[in-house]
T-cell receptor
Framework: DVKVTQSSRYLVKRTGEKVFLECVQD?????MFWYRQDPGLGLRLIYF???????EKGDIPEGYSVSREKKERFSLILESASTNQTSMYLC?????????FGQGTRLTVV | GQNIDQPTEMTATEGAIVQINCTYQ??????LFWYQQHAGEAPTFLSY????GLEEKGRFSSFLSRSKGYSYLLLKELQMKDSASYLC?????????????FGTGTRLKVLA
């Protein structure tokens, strides 16, 4: 079974902190994605990566950056957390027609 | 612009059949996907349509009409465990980057 693991299930951070969300997949997928999920807005793509050290902006990249130094790991970085970044963050990896999601990280910025 | 519409909520009875509709307008089309998401859990893949017609997988079927920008997910013999959100997603980019555009999801409640 494919496994996508996110480092934390719940996080509480203070405004202005630098926040790292980690995601690891074990199936050698090239494509990895970070989404945020908010009520009434659905899943929105923040960044994606189609290979090591390659990254592209999604629909809402402002306030975020990413890192992909190894194929299995895709990190989302909040440079200076703000309260409007309180959300559920979902990582996914994909091959062919199916995406596999991590369990999500519920981030609260206070 | 790019837009995917689906109803916000639906309610159905255990044992019944329910159809969840999805309409889309995207600049490109490379496939339509349905995911199931139980509360507090990750979305899981249900189906993929790239050609017109019906794809059946057990109790779940998905239909696509590309000319109408329309899909539906059909759930038969509803069970309580089918209570979940159902997400419609379109791969609207044909450059091969596998980017999804998601609808806001339809929350299905199955009543006993």
């Amino acid at each position: 079974d494919v496994k996508v693991t996110q480092s934390s299930r719940y996080l509480v951070k203070r405004t202005g902190e630098k926040v790292f969300l980690e995601c690891v997949q074990d199936m050698d997928h090239e494509n990895m994605f970070w989404y945020r999920q908010d009520p009434g807005l659905g899943l929105r793509l923040i960044y994606f990566s189609y290979d090591v050290k390659m990254k592209e902006k999604g629909d809402i990249p402002e306030g975020y950056s990413v890192s992909r130094e190894k194929k299995e790991r895709f990190s989302l970085i909040l440079e200076s957390a703000s309260t409007n970044q309180t959300s559920m963050y979902l990582c996914a990896s994909r091959i062919d027609s199916e995406a596999f999601f991590g369990q999500g990280t519920r981030l609260t910025v206070v | 612009g790019q837009n995917i519409d689906q109803p916000t909520e639906m309610t159905a009875t255990e044992g019944a059949i329910v159809q969840i509709n999805c309409t889309y307008q995207t600049s490109g089309f490379n496939g339509l996907f349905w995911y199931q998401q139980h509360a507090g859990e990750a979305p899981t893949f249900l189906s993929y349509n790239v050609l017109d017609g019906l794809e059946e997988k057990g109790r779940f079927s998905s239909f696509l009409s590309r000319s109408k920008g329309y899909s539906y997910l059909l759930l038969k013999e509803l069970q309580m465990k089918d209570s979940a959100s159902y997400l419609c997603a379109v791969e609207g980019d044909t450059s091969g980057t596998y980017k999804y555009i998601f609808g806001t999801g339809t929350r299905l409640k199955v009543l006993a």
